[in-house]
Each structure stands twice: as structure tokens, then as C-alpha cells.
């Protein structure tokens, strides 16, 4: 620890799995042993939070001795069930799990999820050009009306290239939603095959889902379909997150309190409308993409996280000069 006042890091993992060993080798994502290291490296080095603990810190109702830290996974993917949850239960450590409702329940591949196994698949430069090939075929007013800023689309997308965080920021912010799924469909169905099975094997099933809250870990809410809600009109803003909490109601235990996370997560993927149906919701806090640590009075609907890269790295780095520093 620095000695300075204690903060709140909340770590965020997305694919955890043994990348060399799977089909899609290039997919972004943490190797097992890796998250193993990192889990037990945070365990050594920090008080490790349930949710209630952390919200009492930022509410300025607790003060820990240390730094706390907070794990959370997006996406509900089928890894956290098989092997992220056993790591965490050899710790006693408390997860976060943020559910894509419409990927449970009715077996689709969300359009993000389509995007990243593609450009594994194919490789960025062939998948793009297919992908914006079929898009002039389908919608050729599509690609004129698009617009990006790739300033802005490199802060959403810091780990990728220019060319690459380009084509997300184009794909999931700038596209007509339903013109975009059209297309992206199209795709996998070539390329990747039947989307339900494919589904299947990629995301938790609810009992997969029961089992985590079991074992200790906590459910979050992540939307029905997986896009930026500040995309939304308000009708559709509601459809989607009345329609993932009533899933979650329906299917899964009882829990103290429900976080949320928004998908994308950067400040322009969410409103202050979105934030307001989240209370009314019952949900008690919101976790952003917006790296940074959290300290008491930090909004609790734009909590922010740490990338379990390079930030992770950095945190790393920054304790062992000051420990460094305390011996000399």
C-alpha cells in the first residue's frame, strides 16, 4: 500500500480462458493461469470487498485499513461458470457476474460477441472488408451516414489499434442497430454456423447462473440486448431493462443487492435517463468502464473500473516502487 487515503479498485475481466488451446486463439481475452496469478498477486495485496463492503466505503460508512478490491465479469460468459468461479471460491473471494439476458434466455450471440469470434476467425482486415461489403449490398446509405471520430473511438477502445477501434466504435455506436444485426447475422451464419448452439456453449445456462449466486458470488444486471443505452429511445431504453430484470427476477435467487453494468461502459454509453429507471429498478449501483478508483462519495451509478491488462500491470508496478521506496 502507498499510505495515502485507502481507494476502491474494481477489476474488470471479460474472456478468461486458455486461448491457445481453443478455436479462436486471437480472441482478447486473460489465459487461466494468468487470472489465477492476478487473483491470488490481488488476495496478498489487498482487502478483497464484498459488494456490501464497497458501496459502504464509497457511501463514506466504512474505512478500511488498505486498499479494497472488487472483481467483476461481463457477459455472462460460459468461463466464468467452469473457470473463473472455482478460483474465486478457493479464495472466498466475491464476484460480480453481469448477465446478457437475451443471450440466456433465447440462445442469440449478442452483435458484440458476433464481431470479436469473427475478426478471430478471419483475421481484422478480412472480416472488415466482408462485413462492410455486405453492408453496401444490404443498406448503401449504411456506410455515408456513419461518421466516426477516431479520437473519440480510440478513448472507447484504448487496447486496440486505431483501425480496429475505428471498426467497434462504427459497428456498435454508429450503425443502425437493426441494420447492423442484419448484416452481422448474415456473417456468422457463413462463417460460424448455428447461432443457438453456438450460444449454448459461449454463455452461461440459468442454473450455471443459480449455482454462482450459491456459491457466493453476486448476479448484475447487463441488459437484454447488449447495446449502448444512450442509443435508445426511451420506449426501447425501457423494453430493455424491464425486460432483463424480470428475467433475472424469474429465474434467479433472491440477492441483498443487485449492481449493474453498463455495456460499453465509457460515459457516452449511458444517460442520466438510464441511470434513473436503474434506481427505479432496484438496482443499487452501476459499473462503467471509466478506468479510475473509487473513493468515498464517488456517484454510485458510475463506478470505475480497471481493465485486468494493462491496468492491472500498472497497479502492480506502482506498489512495488513503494515498497521499494519504504526500504530505502
Not at 482487502?47 to 464497497?54: G, I
Request: with cysteine; aromatic share 10%; glycine share 4%.
Amino acid at each position: 500500500m502507498t499510505g495515502e487515503d485507502p481507494k476502491l479498485n474494481i477489476v474488470m475481466y471479460h474472456y478468461v480462458r486458455d486461448l491457445p488451446r481453443t478455436r479462436f486463439p486471437r480472441i482478447k481475452g486473460l489465459l487461466v493461469d494468468e487470472f489465477r496469478q492476478q487473483v491470488a498477486w490481488f488476495a496478498a495485496n489487498y482487502e478483497m470487498a464484498t459488494l456490501d463492503a464497497a458501496l459502504e466505503f464509497v457511501k463514506g460508512a466504512y474505512e478500511p485499513s488498505g486498499d479494497l478490491c472488487l472483481f467483476t465479469f461481463d457477459d455472462g460468459l460460459k468461463e466464468h461458470y467452469t473457470e473463473v468461479m472455482p478460483v474465486l471460491a478457493d479464495h472466498s473471494i466475491q464476484g460480480l457476474f453481469g448477465v446478457i439476458t437475451s443471450c440466456v434466455e433465447d440462445h442469440n450471440v449478442a452483435p458484440v460477441h458476433m464481431n470479436h469470434f469473427l475478426m478471430a476467425e478471419l483475421d481484422f482486415a478480412t472480416y472488415q472488408n466482408a462485413f462492410l461489403k455486405r453492408l453496401r449490398e444490404m443498406a448503401p446509405a449504411s456506410c455515408a451516414s456513419a461518421v466516426v471520430d477516431r479520437a473519440v473511438a480510440q478513448a472507447s477502445y484504448p487496447l486496440d489499434t486505431a483501425d480496429v477501434a475505428a471498426f467497434k466504435f462504427f459497428f456498435n455506436f454508429r450503425l443502425d442497430a437493426a441494420v447492423r444485426d442484419v448484416v452481422v447475422r448474415s456473417l456468422f451464419r457463413q462463417y460460424l454456423g448455428d447461432e443457438a448452439a453456438f450460444a449454448r456453449d459461449l454463455y452461461m445456462n440459468w442454473d450455471e447462473i443459480r449455482q454462482l449466486q450459491r456459491a457466493g458470488m453476486l448476479v448484475a444486471g447487463h441488459t437484454h440486448w447488449h447495446r449502448p443505452l444512450s442509443t435508445l429511445n426511451g420506449q426501447e431504453l425501457r423494453d430493455d431493462l424491464h425486460t432483463s430484470r424480470a428475467l433475472m427476477d424469474a429465474n434467479l435467487e433472491p440477492q441483498h443487492l443487485w449492481p449493474f453494468s453498463y455495456p460499453y461502459g465509457k460515459r457516452n454509453s449511458y444517460s442520466p435517463a438510464a441511470i434513473e429507471l436503474l434506481r427505479e429498478l432496484g438496482f443499487h449501483c452501476a459499473l462503467s468502464t471509466e478506468p479510475g478508483v473509487n473513493v468515498p462519495r464517488t456517484p454510485l451509478f458510475e463506478l470505475r473500473r480497471i481493465d485486468c491488462n494493462g491496468a492491472v500491470k500498472a497497479l502492480q508496478a506502482t506498489i512495488l516502487r513503494s515498497a521499494s521506496g519504504s526500504l530505502m
